[in-house]
């Protein structure tokens, strides 16, 4: 079974101070290799399409700036991939490897799924209260930045919706709505509706 973290750790323990410069690299080059027909699978696929890759490295990224030693590692890991049969956990080996670069330099990267944009005073806001909960809990760790990544989501209706790692917090319109809607489904004749708190566009977790 393919386990991301553990060949991520590999990769980056294998190109050391030029791990940025593999992981891009990598990002370059796997959405190349998905286009090439045939099974990437096995030994023999990794031998005969590994002059080919070698040979669109050299004519590509090498001119294109690409750090040699980076490209190396990438080149190395994808023929790894193709070898073992992985080359389909290419993109989520990439998700794995950025989230522990990011973790080594105190990085912490949150989606932000919102209905409308998001004014620069809110996404302030929004980092001053993750700031404020990373003392306590899982992300009890020495964050030194946080980047919002923000995704415009028109079907959310309004609110957002944060991802942080494998954490969802759902403060959107859309889901108040489904909760309220199954809170009235349960509502015994003549009973009260018990309604849920739900976000209110405010930071509670």
């Given amino acids: 079974m ?28 796997v959405p190349v290799m998905a286009e090439i027909p045939g099974i990437l699978k096995g ?7 590994e002059g ?13 700036g690409f750090a040699y030693p980076g490209v190396e590692y990438a080149v190395r890991i994808l023929l790894l991939l193709i070898k ?4 389909t956990h290419a993109p989520a080996l990439i998700r794995a490897i950025e989230l522990l670069i990011d973790r080594q330099q105190g990085i912490l990267r949150v989606t932000v799924e919102s209905a409308f944009p998001m ?13 404020g909960r990373l003392g306590t809990g899982a992300y009890k760790t020495a ?15 309004g609110g957002y919706r944060l991802r942080i790692g494998s954490e969802l917090v759902d403060g959107s319109v859309r889901t108040q709505l489904q909760r309220l809607a199954r809170d009235l489904q349960g509502t015994p004749p003549g009973g009260t509706v018990s309604r849920r708190t739900g976000a209110d566009g405010g930071f509670s977790w």
């Fill in 84 to 87: 073992k049969g992985y080359f």
């Fill in 2 to 29: 393919f386990n991301g973290e553990r060949w991520a750790a590999g990769f980056i323990g294998s190109c050391g101070v030029h791990a940025e410069a593999g992981l891009t690299a990598l990002k370059a080059l």
């Fill in 52 to 64: 080919m890759i070698r040979k669109a490295v050299k004519e590509t990224l090498t001119s294109s």
């Fill in 119 to 131: 004014e620069a005073s809110f996404q302030h806001d929004l980092k001053t209260a993750l700031a």
């Fill in 143 to 157: 964050v030194k930045e946080i980047i919002l990544m923000v995704q415009l989501v028109p079907e959310l209706l």
């Fill in 43 to 49: 030994t023999r696929a990794a031998r005969e399409l």
